[in-house]
């Protein structure tokens, strides 16, 4: 039996790239308002962030292979995990490190969380739409879907 292809782990890399695409412009961005402790707390929830996906790609791809319920229990439970750690991180930045900006931090991983996720929905929504579905395809049909 042929195993299914990597999806998670592409669409995790994806992201990743993606990630590294906007680093430069949002740690510049953090550093004009929060100076160089702003542009450092922003790599660190680039980082969190890219770590954050990858890790969540592993983990799902791990629990498909054993199944639905494990794949349930794996999605649900690592993504309550990866936020705790997302939290703790954000905790331990505050406390340990001298030149850690919260505010920053926060803004970074949830912009930068949300923004991947919508660059990628569009991407993913085209290449998973079956060939018969997709909007050039659409176009070229009658009102009964025959190809024109």
Same mark, same amino acid.
């Given at each position: ?28 961005? %953090? ?8 542009? %450092? ?55 340990? $490190? ?11 991983? $949830? ?38």
């Amino acid at each position: 039996m042929d195993s299914p292809p990597p999806v998670e782990r592409r669409i995790a890399v994806d992201l990743a790239r993606h990630g590294l695409l906007v680093a430069p412009a949002i740690v510049l961005l %953090a550093g004009i308002f929060g100076g160089v402790d702003g542009a %450092a707390s922003a790599a660190l929830g680039l980082g969190v962030v890219v770590v954050n996906f990858l890790v969540a790609a592993v983990s799902l791809e791990w629990g498909a292979r054993r199944g639905g319920n494990t794949l349930f229990a794996v999605a649900l439970g690592g993504f309550l995990l990866r936020m705790v750690s997302i939290l703790v991180v954000m905790l331990v930045a505050d406390a340990l $490190f001298g030149w850690a900006d919260v505010v920053v931090l926060g803004v970074t991983l $949830f912009v930068t969380h949300l923004g991947l996720l919508f660059w990628e929905l569009r991407s993913v929504s085209f290449s998973l739409a079956a060939p018969g579905l997709r909007r050039d395809q659409l176009a070229a049909t009658n009102d009964n879907g025959v190809v024109k």
